[in-house]
């Protein structure tokens, strides 16, 4: 619910070394700008990206912190949901609509 993506939104922002406040504003997008995630990625902020996902209803993304085949296709699925360009990368674009 609302409160878990606060919580997700919270983390990104800690991992990303912006101020820490919940709510994905300019700070954040500008951040999240310079670490496109794509296949082959891992670490927390893949983590957090999975989550994320999970949140949206897209369960084919494992919280394992590895940018693998299920994320992918986990980030096309909504990415074309959403209106946005499919190449399976975690752009701003993409976390902006997974934050919101």
Not at 55 to 84: F, I, P, R
Request: overall charge positive; some cysteine; proline content about 2%.
């Amino acid at each position: 619910g609302p409160k878990t993506k606060k919580a997700l939104v919270k983390a990104l922002q800690k991992e990303l070394g912006v101020t820490v406040d919940g709510d994905y504003g300019p700070n954040t997008n500008a951040a999240v700008k310079k670490s496109n995630l794509q296949k082959g990625s891992k670490g927390s902020l893949v983590k957090i990206l999975q989550a994320l996902l999970v949140c949206n209803g897209y369960t084919s993304a494992y919280v394992d912190g590895s940018y693998g085949t299920g994320t992918v296709n986990a980030v096309k699925a909504y990415q074309k949901k959403k209106g946005l360009t499919s190449d399976g990368v975690a752009g701003s674009g993409t976390f902006s609509a997974l934050c919101k």
